[in-house]
């Protein structure tokens, strides 16, 4: 989106003081470093998440057969079972047409879904009215019904079109448009369909439209019928990675794709896609069903509708409301004004164990069931939900556990809907019952994944990502409060001994039991955390120094008093260093002063505790540059200047997956820089037999500037960020043997790094002048 915010201070005005010069200069630095330490943030998640993600080797052995690639994850998961009941809300009517084509071409029919999931997700991001929502949702659910023309043998052909079957394909469009018009009163949603397969430039087109005199609903289909079809259609053959797809989205933009939409459509894909998908549905299934007659749907006026329906149809209507219900994986129930049940659908029998034979003529309440709330206690019948929502006219949902066919409660959610007929008169309600259980076991797994992700898996305290995560807010809550707190350091001495001595298992119950001692050390507000291999962390909240190394002191006894069944008779020691927050400390800082006098216990004979408070305490060598490598650091190959219109947090995330698919090591972090590490056989065949596989080091430096642009055809007018990528490329060892051999690699490993950032390439091999030249 365009930037409007313009500082108010220009420092190359003539009447600007020098206190404005300096307030402008002093708030542009604290910005700067604001959005390097974002970046750094940035790309130490990148690390962690690449660390812990790491896939396994495409091909890799697995009793003799090679694995396939995984497929790519498709932009939405619709719930197979709610698919025909979101598809009738939606397009009321018009489900018909949807049913066809269904019948014509299952995977056509499920890709329109996801394309309408996708777009509808992309209008709520986006916060599109009402109405071009509903006018985009119903576009992209029959984009393709124009495909029940086409014969079977061009849809479901595998193999590469001809020209003649190409062409033909291409009609579907100009026959939807035809089909609909037959039951669609809406322009927008006609317009919609004949437009989503024409490209952005407005090539290859009879009529001339084109840009942005095309709908917003047809250029948004398109790029997300275009990303289905990459990514999830069985079709298509070999399916493409999200990188990938989005890369082609990238290369098309202007030409094929509306830029601005494709940018957009890549920041959308940074959100949370489940929680986006399921408001989506929700709104399908209750906002929609409120005002179907609200949706561009013709229907016969009153006065054509015959005055009572032959008994046949009437047969029909019936048998075929009955199916429908009876289809529903939820429970369906009607009852009338006094609660008493006259369907009991399949569904509900499901759900229940009741059968219908039993339900219908009874009245329905919470005992019934045996309904339970949420805490397990029993809803009495004067409370029943559906009684209050008949009370109240009003529609009602909540979450209860009723008695399931297998003896055991189960959550559902009851929707409670009152049916008022049109003289205002009540007739009853009705009661869907939707099984939760898989909404509560996915909360439960929510659950259980946190806990996998923030605890150590042996020893069960908090783990090293944890630990860095809680130390920043630990530090920053008791600033804000002005209270003390203390870091504890803690290594258990001489391990490796009892591993090489006792065995692994032998380690593995020491690290256990000390880790046990800390926590049972613990208050509530403290946090322990597993470090690094035998060493831990303890964050002591609301506690001076002194306290804390009075607490190291005592875990200290009682380690060297516990004893080992894996050791015998021997026992083990540990050291500790004690440092307390002080003004002016940052994370790294605190941290750093604690494992210093850890350090110095260790040096000074182990087993023992050791306090660092004041800064100056510190015997600290000189810091060095992170670029800083010595004489053995070979020279540059390339080094080069990447500029990719995709927001810097995006760019970040497409670095991910280049480390991940190449199988990169990243070497160190520091600031908005990372430097990382990649083999030569995952950018180039070796030329030799002989030859051996070299690393090379690529070092990047991400920034962000803004630039003045417009669109192709001058609209759109503002103030865009790019992301801004200094590269450097070296190899690993200095080493001059074949450099042009070194150089090919460094080229192909610069490409695949474009290619992955969809980034374009400026100042090529131009070095820096030296600080002062002119």
Same mark, same amino acid.
């Given at each position: 989106?365009?930037?409007?915010?313009?500082?108010?201070?220009?420092?190359?005005?003539?009447?600007?003081?020098?206190?404005?010069?300096?307030?402008? @200069?002093?708030?542009?630095?604290?910005?700067?470093?604001?959005?390097?330490?974002?970046?750094?943030?940035?790309?130490?998640?990148?690390?962690?998440?690449?660390?812990?993600?790491?896939?396994?080797?495409?091909?890799?052995?697995?009793?003799?057969?090679?694995?396939?690639?995984?497929?790519?994850?498709?932009?939405?998961?619709?719930?197979?079972?709610? +698919?025909?009941?979101?598809?009738?809300?939606?397009?009321?009517?018009?489900?018909?047409?949807?049913?066809?084509?269904?019948?014509?071409?299952?995977?056509?029919?499920?890709?329109?879904?996801?394309?309408?999931?996708?777009?509808?997700?992309?209008?709520?991001?986006?916060?599109?009215?009402?109405?071009? &929502?509903?006018?985009?949702?119903?576009?992209?659910?029959?984009?393709?019904?124009?495909?029940?023309?086409?014969?079977?043998?061009?849809? $479901?052909?595998?193999?590469?079109?001809?020209? *003649?079957?190409?062409?033909?394909?291409?009609?579907?469009?100009?026959?939807?448009?035809?089909?609909?018009?037959?039951?669609?009163?809406?322009?927008?949603?006609?317009?919609?369909?004949?437009?989503?397969?024409?490209?952005?430039?407005?090539?290859?087109?009879? @009529?001339?439209?084109?840009?942005?005199?095309?709908?917003?609903?047809?250029?948004?289909?398109?790029?997300?019928?275009?990303?289905?079809?990459?990514?999830?259609?069985?079709?298509?053959? *070999?399916?493409?990675?999200?990188?990938?797809?989005?890369?082609?989205?990238?290369?098309?933009?202007?030409?094929?794709?509306?830029?601005?939409?494709?940018?957009?459509?890549?920041?959308?894909?940074?959100?949370?896609?489940?929680?986006?998908?399921?408001?989506?549905?929700? /709104?399908?299934?209750?906002?929609?069903?409120?005002?179907?007659?609200?949706?561009?749907?013709? +229907?016969?006026?009153?006065?054509?509708?015959?005055?009572?329906?032959?008994?046949?149809?009437?047969?029909?209507?019936?048998?075929?409301?009955?199916?429908?219900?009876?289809?529903?994986?939820?429970?369906?129930?009607?009852?009338?004004?006094?609660?008493?049940?006259?369907?009991?659908?399949?569904?509900?029998?499901?759900?229940?164990?009741?059968?219908?034979?039993?339900?219908?003529?009874?009245?329905?309440?919470?005992?019934?069931?045996?309904?339970?709330?949420?805490?397990?206690?029993?809803?009495?019948?004067?409370?029943?939900?559906?009684?209050?929502?008949?009370?109240?006219?009003?529609?009602?949902?909540?979450?209860?556990?009723?008695?399931?066919?297998?003896?055991?409660?189960?959550?559902?959610?009851?929707?409670?809907?009152?049916?008022?007929?049109?003289?205002?008169?009540?007739?009853?309600?009705?009661?869907?019952?939707?099984?939760?259980?898989?909404?509560?076991?996915?909360?439960?797994?929510?659950?259980?994944?946190?806990?996998?992700?923030?605890?150590?898996?042996? $020893?069960?305290?908090?783990?090293?990502?944890?630990?860095?995560?809680?130390?920043?807010?630990?530090?920053?809550?008791?600033? +804000?409060?002005?209270?003390?707190?203390?870091?504890?350091?803690?290594?258990?001495?001489?391990?490796?001994?009892?591993?090489?001595?006792?065995?692994?298992?032998?380690?593995?119950?020491?690290?256990?039991?000390?880790?046990?001692?800390?926590?049972?050390?613990?208050?509530?507000?403290?946090?322990?955390?597993?470090?690094?291999?035998? *060493?831990?962390?303890?964050?002591?909240?609301?506690?001076?120094?002194?306290?804390?190394?009075?607490?190291?002191?005592?875990?200290?006894?009682?380690?060297?008093?516990?004893?080992?069944?894996?050791?015998?008779?021997?026992?083990?020691?540990?050291?500790?260093?004690?440092?307390?927050?002080?003004?002016?400390?940052?994370?790294?800082?605190?941290?750093?002063?604690?494992?210093?006098?850890?350090?110095?216990?260790?040096?000074?004979? /182990?087993?023992?505790?050791?306090?660092?408070?004041?800064?100056?305490?510190?015997?600290?060598?000189?810091?060095?540059?992170?670029?800083?490598?010595?004489?053995?650091?070979?020279?540059?190959?390339? *080094?080069?200047?990447?500029?990719?219109?995709?927001?810097?947090?995006?760019?970040?995330?497409?670095?991910?997956?280049?480390?991940?698919?190449?199988?990169?090591?990243?070497?160190?972090?520091?600031?908005?820089?990372?430097?990382?590490?990649?083999?030569?056989?995952?950018?180039?065949?070796? /030329?030799?037999?002989?030859?051996?596989?070299?690393?090379?080091?690529?070092?990047?430096?991400?920034?962000?500037? &803004?630039?003045?642009?417009?669109?192709?055809?001058?609209?759109?007018?503002?103030?865009?960020?790019?992301?801004?990528?200094?590269?450097?490329?070296?190899?690993?060892? /200095?080493?001059?043997?074949?450099?042009?051999?070194?150089?090919?690699?460094?080229?192909?490993?610069?490409?695949?790094?474009?290619?992955?950032?969809?980034?374009?390439?400026?100042?090529?091999?131009?070095?820096?002048?030296?600080?002062?030249?002119?």
């Amino acid at each position: 989106m365009p930037d409007t915010d313009h500082s108010s201070v220009d420092p190359n005005a003539t009447n600007a003081s020098p206190v404005d010069v300096r307030a402008l @200069s002093t708030r542009r630095r604290l910005e700067t470093e604001s959005r390097v330490a974002e970046i750094s943030s940035l790309l130490s998640a990148l690390e962690e998440a690449t660390a812990e993600t790491k896939p396994a080797p495409r091909g890799a052995s697995n009793n003799g057969k090679k694995t396939p690639a995984p497929a790519a994850p498709a932009p939405t998961r619709p719930i197979d079972h709610h +698919q025909n009941s979101l598809v009738q809300v939606r397009l009321g009517l018009a489900s018909g047409l949807y049913a066809a084509l269904q019948h014509k071409h299952p995977p056509t029919a499920s890709h329109s879904l996801r394309v309408a999931l996708g777009c509808s997700t992309w209008a709520l991001y986006k916060r599109l009215d009402d109405e071009t &929502r509903d006018a985009i949702e119903a576009a992209s659910l029959l984009h393709d019904i124009g495909k029940v023309s086409i014969p079977d043998g061009v849809l $479901t052909k595998t193999s590469g079109l001809t020209p *003649e079957e190409e062409a033909m394909l291409q009609t579907h469009w100009e026959a939807g448009v035809h089909i609909l018009a037959c039951c669609c009163s809406s322009q927008r949603v006609l317009d919609a369909v004949r437009y989503a397969g024409r490209r952005f430039d407005g090539l290859g087109a009879a @009529s001339p439209v084109g840009g942005d005199d095309l709908p917003l609903e047809a250029r948004m289909i398109a790029i997300v019928d275009a990303f289905d079809q990459m990514t999830a259609d069985p079709l298509r053959g *070999e399916l493409l990675s999200r990188e990938a797809a989005l890369h082609e989205l990238f290369v098309g933009a202007g030409t094929q794709f509306d830029p601005i939409l494709v940018n957009q459509f890549i920041e959308l894909l940074s959100h949370d896609q489940e929680l986006l998908t399921q408001q989506v549905a929700g /709104r399908w299934l209750n906002e929609l069903g409120k005002r179907q007659t609200e949706l561009p749907w013709s +229907q016969l006026p009153p006065t054509a509708a015959p005055a009572a329906a032959p008994a046949a149809v009437k047969d029909n209507r019936s048998l075929f409301e009955q199916q429908l219900i009876d289809s529903m994986h939820d429970g369906v129930i009607f009852v009338d004004e006094q609660r008493n049940i006259f369907l009991w659908s399949k569904g509900a029998e499901r759900l229940t164990g009741v059968s219908s034979a039993a339900a219908q003529g009874r009245q329905f309440t919470p005992s019934l069931l045996d309904m339970c709330n949420t805490a397990g206690r029993r809803v009495r019948d004067d409370a029943c939900p559906v009684a209050r929502a008949i009370a109240t006219h009003a529609q009602l949902r909540q979450r209860l556990e009723i008695l399931g066919r297998q003896g055991e409660h189960v959550a559902i959610d009851l929707h409670a809907i009152p049916v008022v007929c049109r003289d205002g008169h009540l007739r009853g309600a009705t009661v869907l019952l939707q099984d939760a259980q898989p909404e509560v076991s996915l909360e439960e797994r929510c659950e259980a994944l946190h806990a996998e992700v923030t605890k150590d898996p042996m $020893t069960k305290v908090a783990n090293r990502a944890e630990f860095d995560r809680m130390l920043a807010l630990f530090i920053e809550a008791h600033e +804000q409060a002005g209270l003390p707190c203390s870091l504890i350091m803690a290594d258990i001495d001489h391990f490796k001994s009892i591993n090489d001595t006792f065995g692994h298992q032998a380690g593995d119950e020491a690290i256990i039991t000390v880790a046990n001692v800390l926590t049972q050390a613990c208050r509530s507000g403290d946090l322990v955390a597993r470090y690094g291999g035998e *060493e831990f962390a303890v964050l002591c909240a609301d506690c001076t120094m002194a306290d804390a190394a009075g607490r190291a002191e005592n875990i200290r006894k009682r380690v060297a008093e516990a004893s080992f069944t894996s050791l015998g008779t021997r026992k083990i020691t540990s050291s500790f260093g004690v440092a307390q927050l002080q003004s002016g400390d940052t994370p790294e800082t605190l941290l750093r002063r604690s494992d210093s006098a850890l350090l110095m216990a260790k040096e000074q004979g /182990r087993n023992q505790v050791v306090q660092l408070g004041s800064k100056k305490e510190q015997l600290q060598a000189p810091k060095k540059k992170w670029w800083d490598f010595g004489f053995f650091r070979s020279a540059p190959l390339i *080094e080069t200047k990447l500029t990719t219109e995709v927001p810097i947090d995006i760019a970040i995330e497409k670095l991910r997956g280049f480390v991940t698919d190449q199988k990169a090591k990243i070497i160190s972090i520091r600031d908005n820089r990372v430097e990382i590490e990649i083999s030569s056989d995952r950018v180039g065949q070796n /030329r030799r037999r002989a030859d051996r596989p070299s690393a090379y080091r690529l070092e990047l430096e991400f920034s962000e500037e &803004r630039l003045e642009k417009t669109n192709s055809f001058g609209l759109a007018a503002g103030s865009y960020a790019q992301t801004v990528v200094q590269v450097s490329i070296r190899p690993k060892k /200095r080493r001059n043997r074949r450099r042009d051999d070194q150089m090919e690699r460094a080229r192909m490993a610069l490409q695949s790094l474009k290619s992955y950032l969809m980034a374009k390439e400026v100042d090529a091999d131009v070095r820096p002048l030296p600080a002062g030249a002119r």
